[in-house]
């Protein structure tokens, strides 16, 4: 698939750089992985970044299905994300964006064509690091989650209550891969297993529960015992930032979860 889609990227000016990122950038991959890489478009050509993506995933085989999705840029422009389903079976997952916007290689992935050494230094892009905002406002989701499983089992909506149990955990995870320094935490538990040697949130099991409000409950003050402590792990991101702790939601959903 790589090489078909080098092959037009080399024979079209407009397309300047090609990586691949993911398991398989990580040389990580297996026969389940799809293909996940990122294309920059000359800045001039932005405007035809849609039909040069459909000529790069027309050019792997058959198409089953697509999907195409924008994800906000800068300076007033949004990238685009498309997805492509082969009759094979095999997946592309292709980022476009304005070339000038790549200014390095972020961790985890390899250039495979790079017309104008853009890639050619390691970088740690913005969003490799959460910031001390970003962690705060992950830190606060996290409480806000609880809050919700402890309204919604007063409620007696118990599926509700376990979809937010499990968004909290969700948070709990871009936490405590944020206090363990991997890169891109805002991926959570997919950072987490991606990273070689990194330990999973101890206890994290005892987050799971049984569509029960007895067990969804304790399993709540689980994972706000693992908030809790995912949020002490990044404190000092957090001071040096100047930012304070969500401690008024924390002692409100303790409160909420514990009567």
């Keep these: 698939m790589c090489t078909a889609i080098l092959d037009v990227i080399e024979q079209e000016p407009a397309l300047r750089w090609f990586e691949l990122g993911c398991s398989l950038g990580r040389g990580a991959g297996d026969e389940l992985s799809d293909v996940d890489c990122g294309v920059g478009v000359a800045d001039e050509r932005w405007p035809e970044a849609l039909d ?3 000529r790069l995933s027309r050019a792997c ?3 089953a299905d697509r999907m195409r999705q924008m994800h906000p840029g800068r300076d007033g422009e949004s ?3 498309i997805f492509t389903l082969y009759d094979d079976g095999s997946q592309l997952s292709l980022v476009l964006m304005p070339a000038s916007w790549r200014t390095g290689l972020p961790p985890g992935s390899v250039a495979l064509y790079d017309a104008d050494g853009q890639l050619a230094r390691s970088i740690r892009p913005p969003a ?6 970003t962690l705060r406002e992950w830190a606060a989701l996290g409480w806000i989650a609880l809050g919700d499983v402890a309204k919604y089992l007063d409620r007696g909506s118990l599926w509700e209550a376990y979809q937010r149990l499990d968004q909290a955990r969700g948070e709990v995870f871009k936490l405590w891969a944020a206090g363990s320094t991997i890169d891109f935490p805002r ?3 997919t950072s987490i297993l991606d990273s070689d040697g990194a330990e999973m ?3 994290v099991d005892a987050t799971i529960a049984r569509l029960d409000g007895t067990d969804l409950r304790r399993a709540a003050l689980a994972c706000a015992d693992l908030l809790r402590a995912s ?3 990044v404190s000092p991101a957090l001071t040096a930032g100047g930012v304070d702790r969500p401690d008024g939601l924390r002692i409100w959903v303790m409160e909420r979860l514990s009567s």
Excluded: E, N, T
Excluded at 128 to 133: I, N, T, V
């Design 79 to 81: 990238s685009w994300h």
């Design 52 to 54: 040069l993506g459909d």
């Design 61 to 63: 085989g058959p198409v």
């Design 201 to 203: 949130p101890p206890g």
């Design 128 to 133: 490799a690091d959460a910031d001390p905002a």
């Design 187 to 189: 991926y959570g538990l």
């Design 231 to 233: 949020i002490d792990r």
